[in-house]
């Protein structure tokens, strides 16, 4: 009797808690499908617009002397005085450091001295050779005699010419103790102060930098080499910076400045350690805003989308099929559009699918939204800026 009387109750137990799961199941709406009366949710759209939107591939660089060089000694000596400034903006064959000159210049009085005395001999064989042979044509000396003459004369005039490049090398010596710049730069620090001696083609005096223009050296992935050769190829033979693959350079931190270059050089080999390949880019740098060995952001424009259709980018979302976004139909209702993404650039998204020019898209509050879902939709964004030529 037990045994039975716990039995009819465990069933009746399980009976009651099936009935309240059922009933409970029952009135649980479908999240697919919004109840009817549910409110409206309120949403930001902004409008899909077209217009044309360059492909970006963004890297990191570093800035680059246009030219530099490290200025050493051609002779050996003694700095006699340091007469830049660290920092200095120098033009080409301004004075930088100047080496006691003393030994030279006595090298150069020497080389003269030796000189005008060759002068004087060549000058004593050539009257002597023209009595010479004045005395043979009278019958007075044999033609040995003169042929002696005028090998004596042709010693000497060798000597001469001699003597007449070792004045010049002297002066030459002279002039390599006054270092000069090459080109307009600017200078770096001090590395070397009066009283040092320096050694032939072994110290470095300093450091000049060419910095207007200035290269932007980074380096791009493989995998978009072909496409950077065919916009390279686009701009011509004659690539001017307006018609070349252009970049945008930014100082990391301060975005609101922008630097326009253009590529010009690709290297010729792809580094098998990173599977990158070198380019390098000219920028302007006219008010000398970037420094060699700076970090800068680099844009490079590889292709330009033609009259694309853009939205925000925050429209965009992502789901178990692909991106998506939430459109608002004529009647105030969301509707899923399945869409593909291209090109990104200044916060709008290139798309590809069902969504046209003109028609709202949800910007925020989409994870409210089902599909059908009726929407209430805050004061209209300013959505994607239309450029100069879109429709």
């Not at 990191?60 to 490290?70: F, L, P």
Request: glycine residues 8%; positive net charge; contains cysteine.
């Amino acid at each position: 009797m037990s045994r039975r009387f716990w039995l009819s109750a465990a069933l009746l137990v399980t009976l009651v808690a099936f009935s309240a799961y059922w009933y409970g199941a029952s009135r649980t709406p479908d999240a697919s499908k919004p109840a009817k009366g549910q409110p409206p949710v309120p949403v930001s759209v902004a409008r899909a617009t077209t217009r044309d939107l360059p492909v970006l591939l963004e890297v990191v660089g570093r800035g680059e002397a246009y030219a530099t060089v490290s200025l050493k000694a051609r002779v050996d000596g003694q700095v006699a005085a340091v007469v830049f400034s660290p920092g200095q903006h120098v033009r080409a064959g301004d004075e930088l450091v100047r080496l006691d000159g003393t030994d030279f210049a006595l090298r150069v009085r020497q080389a003269e001295a030796n000189l005008g005395r060759s002068a004087a001999q060549l000058s004593k064989a050539q009257r002597d050779s023209g009595r010479q042979i004045a005395l043979r044509e009278r019958g007075f000396i044999s033609d040995e005699k003169v042929n002696e003459t005028r090998t004596a004369e042709a010693v000497i005039d060798a000597t001469l010419r001699a003597d007449r490049a070792a004045v010049d090398l002297a002066r030459a010596q002279l002039s390599y103790a006054t270092v000069r710049a090459p080109f307009a730069g600017v200078v770096g620090a001090h590395l070397v102060f009066p009283g040092a001696a320096v050694k032939l083609n072994d110290t470095v005096l300093a450091v000049v930098n060419r910095v207007r223009p200035l290269y932007v050296s980074f380096s791009v992935p493989e995998r978009h080499l072909p496409r950077l050769r065919q916009a390279l190829a686009r701009g011509g033979a004659s690539c001017r910076p307006a018609a070349c693959l252009q970049v945008e350079v930014t100082v990391p931190g301060e975005a609101s400045r922008r630097f326009v270059g253009a590529v010009r050089f690709i290297d010729n080999a792809v580094d098998t350690t990173t599977g990158t390949i070198q380019v390098k880019a000219v920028v302007a740098n006219d008010d000398e805003a970037l420094t060699p060995g700076q970090f800068l952001n680099v844009a490079l424009t590889l292709d330009t989308l033609k009259q694309a259709v853009v939205v925000p980018s925050q429209a965009i979302q992502q789901g178990p099929e692909g991106p998506f976004l939430f459109a608002v139909n004529g009647e105030g209702v969301a509707e899923v559009r399945r869409i593909g993404v291209g090109a990104s650039f200044a916060g709008v998204t290139a798309v590809s699918g069902t969504i046209q020019s003109g028609e709202q898209v949800v910007i925020d509050g989409q994870l409210r939204l089902a599909p059908g879902s009726k929407v209430q939709i805050a004061p209209e964004a300013p959505g994607v800026p239309p450029s100069a030529n879109s429709s």
